[in-house]
């Protein structure tokens, strides 16, 4: 027991002695003060400890601010956090048992001995064929580079990276020293294959790893459930061959083809995925389970490399299966002809119903051989239209023509008798077949046979016009001749089926059947003028001018009063310098009693004379037809020209001032008025002849065109572009107009104004040309072709066309292709252009050939900027 008595120390005492050694005993906690926490222990406040919320603008409570910060101490003093949890019993504090031993500074240089590793823009650049020999010492990465230790920074501070490739390159031959084996001395890795190695390693399958693991657990409930679903089965071997595991795929398939033997799928898919040698025993094993099955014999086929292995092949499977023909097809292919006959004649025996096999044993065969057998398929098959066909190509071929037409019919009659529709289409493919095959007569009389099945009378005429027109752009020619042929027995009168005839001839055919043609339309259609014109033409160009006039007398005596065969008539005269002749036939055309006094012929006559520099007859040729003729404007336009020509300019002033007048309408006329005052430097008055012409003539894009081509060239842009856009909003879908638009624009905004140019007027040759300059101004040479070709095809009245074409080839294209724009212009006979009646309206060339135009036009023309 303790008490007072045995000495021991009462609780004053105690507390005395505790306040004389702890001075702080009884105060008050300092600021921040947690209990504990030097042993481990977080502190933590209480509602109590702070009080109400306050708003964040309150005054801060200094009471519990954080603790101050603790002053930094000396580099070689190291922080150790003293936490009971950084405590171990072995290791001591901060799991060291050496403590403090280690030296910040030693660590602070071990951490700048680091390295750091290139950028992937880098690298993608050294892969990327890029050469970069040094880095930017400003982009951060030289400073953290050893470049002083290790001494590939250059004198100036760049890296030098091609000694870095050196230093990577010495480092992997050391490697692959050191990988050699030590007995042999040879290494163990290839240096050269060990990228390919690692490309094989891996796996093909690029989707998700899931999908496939998804897939492969619905497959297998599918096999399990339903074992005997051959499909399962080749596609569970399908998707193993798609992640890489063949020998997997292979392993399922073989399954398959235990649990579903008797499935033909799933036999060819195992042979599909094993080797050759393997496939072959497996397509064995197959044949064994199901020997009806053709596809397997044709894959123990295909698996043989040897011709003499695969007819073994073949053989067997005949035997088991002599009835298919893809068998007898197939065995027949590879064997010679005389074997192939053989084969073919018990191919028929045990296939008769196989039109194919008896077309091929017909064509082996003898003359009079293949007329039984074709004899004997038709009687197995009297319902195949083919067989009848055959019989007449072969009749044809062995030059019996008067069988083939019978033939033709005989098959049409025999098959309708059976019950066969007669389907018109499929009649003109075989016909468009036969005429490839070089069948021609075979051709035609099919064509003759059924051209009229299924057609309306009244239809007849315009639906065999266009079965001509299906295949002239099908390239069947004598298709299209027959039908022409046919058409013109039943309509012997009609004009335009005997044009459309001779078109097709002039451009298909040759001048013989063209010139046989145009006979027989003129004993038919006399009073059709053309008809004789383009006989008397394919004469003159053939050089036979006595057979032209023949032709055109002829023509006289069925039109006496037909004003184009007179005006051809001269023009075959004058060409061949025949002047005199020329003049006696426009004086007889000229007799109102004898020929045809008609304005043109007026016109003819004063351009003949004004052609060989007798400008006063002409002159006075001018006046009498105006006499007559008034208000025919190209009269008015010669006179005035003449007197420009003759240097009478006020004449000629006055001539259109009383042209306009009587031929308001004419704008030729009112644009040659413009033109002279132009040429008289009186712009004022170009620009109100203009003015007045469009009042006459509203909406007419050409006078707009006029108008803004007089501002140009007097250097007035502002003028021209503000007419322009009037132009366009009252011509909107004017051609002419819109290619002018598009080369005033300045270079950056002329492929907009072109876009908009083809969605207003589409299909214009004015514009397609325009596009094509734009591109060829660009030096876009495949995209100005394209579009030069569009434009001609489009258009090939269009003189300007081709002279750009041409233009173009000259400076970008061969020799070729130059002669070939040139004999396609020559052949499509140009007439129209601005550019091109700049040349060919000139009375200087009016003897020139189309090929002098089209070189004279093209030296002038300038390349587009």
Request: net charge positive; glycine share 6%; aromatic share 6%.
């Amino acid at each position: 027991m303790s008490g007072p008595g045995h000495g021991v120390p009462s609780a004053a005492e105690v507390n005395a002695a505790h306040a004389a050694k702890k001075h702080f005993v009884g105060m008050p906690a300092p600021l921040g003060y947690v209990a504990g926490v030097g042993r481990g222990a977080t502190g933590f406040t209480t509602r109590s400890d702070i009080g109400p919320a306050r708003e964040a603008s309150d005054v801060s409570d200094d009471r519990h601010a954080p603790p101050p910060k603790k002053p930094r101490k000396h580099d070689d003093d190291e922080e150790v956090d003293l936490n009971e949890s950084n405590y171990d019993e072995f290791a001591g504090y901060g799991g060291s048992l050496v403590g403090k031993a280690r030296n910040r500074k030693q660590r602070l240089g071990n951490a700048r001995e680091k390295y750091t590793p290139m950028t992937d823009a880098m690298l993608a650049k050294s892969m990327g064929g890029q050469s970069v020999s040094a880095i930017d010492p400003k982009s951060g990465l030289a400073s953290a580079l050893p470049g002083t230790a290790s001494g590939m920074l250059t004198p100036s501070g760049d890296l030098d990276l091609r000694k870095i490739g050196q230093a990577r390159n010495t480092l992997m031959d050391l490697k692959l020293k050191q990988s050699s084996d030590s007995v042999s001395g040879q290494t163990v890795v290839d240096p050269k294959g060990y990228l390919t190695d690692l490309q094989s390693m891996i796996p093909t399958y690029g989707g998700d790893i899931n999908d496939v693991k998804k897939a492969r657990l619905l497959l297998k409930s599918i096999r399990e459930t339903n074992p005997n679903h051959p499909p399962a089965w080749i596609a569970s071997a399908r998707l193993e061959e798609v992640t890489g595991k063949i020998q997997a795929a292979r392993n399922l398939i073989m399954k398959g083809t235990e649990v579903c033997p008797k499935s033909e799928d799933v036999w060819l898919e195992a042979a599909r995925l094993q080797t050759p040698e393997i496939a072959k025993a497996c397509v064995a094993q197959a044949v064994a389970e199901i020997p009806m099955a053709v596809r397997l014999w044709m894959k123990a086929a295909d698996l043989e490399q040897e011709d003499k292995s695969k007819k073994k092949v073949f053989r067997k499977a005949l035997e088991r299966i002599p009835n298919s023909v893809k068998l007898w097809k197939a065995a027949v292919e590879l064997e010679n002809p005389e074997d192939a006959r053989i084969l073919l004649a018990r191919a028929v025996e045990c296939c008769p119903a196989s039109t194919e096999l008896w077309m091929a044993l017909a064509r082996l065969e003898t003359y009079e051989n293949a007329r039984k057998v074709l004899n004997t398929a038709r009687e197995h098959n009297p319902t195949d239209r083919t067989i009848w066909i055959s019989a007449a190509k072969l009749e044809e071929a062995n030059g019996n023509d008067k069988m083939v037409q019978k033939i033709v019919d005989r098959a049409i009659a025999a098959l309708s008798a059976s019950g066969v529709e007669i389907n018109k289409e499929f009649w003109m493919k075989d016909a468009m077949d036969s005429e490839k095959g070089g069948s021609i007569m075979t051709c035609q009389a099919i064509i003759k046979a059924v051209i009229g099945v299924g057609v309306d009378e009244e239809d007849r005429k315009e639906t065999w016009l266009e079965d001509a027109e299906s295949c002239i752009n099908q390239q069947a020619n004598e298709c299209a001749r027959a039908i022409f042929a046919h058409a013109l027995s039943v309509f012997p009168k009609k004009k335009s089926i005997w044009l459309r005839a001779a078109y097709f001839e002039k451009s298909h055919g040759t001048r013989e059947s063209l010139e046989s043609l145009l006979q027989q339309a003129v004993q038919h259609c006399p009073q059709a003028e053309v008809l004789w014109l383009m006989g008397a033409k394919s004469k003159w160009l053939a050089n036979d001018v006595p057979a032209a006039r023949s032709i055109l007398s002829l023509a006289f005596q069925a039109n006496p009063n037909s004003e184009e065969i007179w005006l051809a008539a001269v023009k075959l005269e004058s060409e061949n310098n025949e002047y005199d002749r020329a003049r006696k036939l426009l004086t007889r055309a000229r007799d109102s009693k004898k020929g045809a006094p008609t304005a043109r012929v007026y016109m003819k006559s004063a351009k003949l004379e004004w052609e060989l520099d007798a400008l006063k007859t002409a002159l006075k040729l001018v006046e009498e037809g105006l006499e007559k003729y008034d208000d025919f404007d190209k009269l008015w336009m010669m006179k005035a020209q003449i007197l420009q020509a003759l240097k009478k300019i006020e004449a000629a002033r006055d001539t259109f001032g009383v042209a306009v007048k009587r031929c308001p309408q004419s704008v030729p006329l009112w644009r040659l008025a413009a033109r002279l005052e132009l040429d008289q430097n009186n712009t004022t008055k170009a620009r109100s002849i203009i003015e007045k012409a469009r009042l006459r003539n509203s909406r007419n894009p050409e006078l707009w065109l006029e108008a803004v081509r007089i501002e140009r060239e007097k250097g007035t842009k502002e003028q021209a572009l503000a007419l322009m856009a009037r132009a366009l909003q009252e011509c909107p879908t004017s051609g002419i107009l819109w290619a002018e638009a598009i080369f005033m624009e300045n270079k950056p905004q002329r492929k907009s104004k072109s876009v908009e140019a083809l969605k207003k007027c589409e299909h214009d040759p004015n514009v397609l040309l325009a596009v094509a300059r734009l591109f060829w101004s660009e030096r876009k040479v495949e995209k100005c072709r394209d579009w030069m070709t569009r434009t001609v095809k489009l258009e090939p009245d269009l003189g300007d066309s081709w002279v750009n074409y041409y233009k173009f080839e000259l400076l970008h294209g061969t020799l070729d292709q130059q002669e070939d724009i040139k004999k396609r212009c020559i052949a499509s006979e140009p007439k129209h252009g601005e550019l091109w009646c700049k040349y060919s309206k000139d009375i200087r060339y009016w003897k020139e050939s189309i090929e002098f135009f089209l070189l004279m036009a093209a030296k002038d023309l300038k390349p587009p900027q």
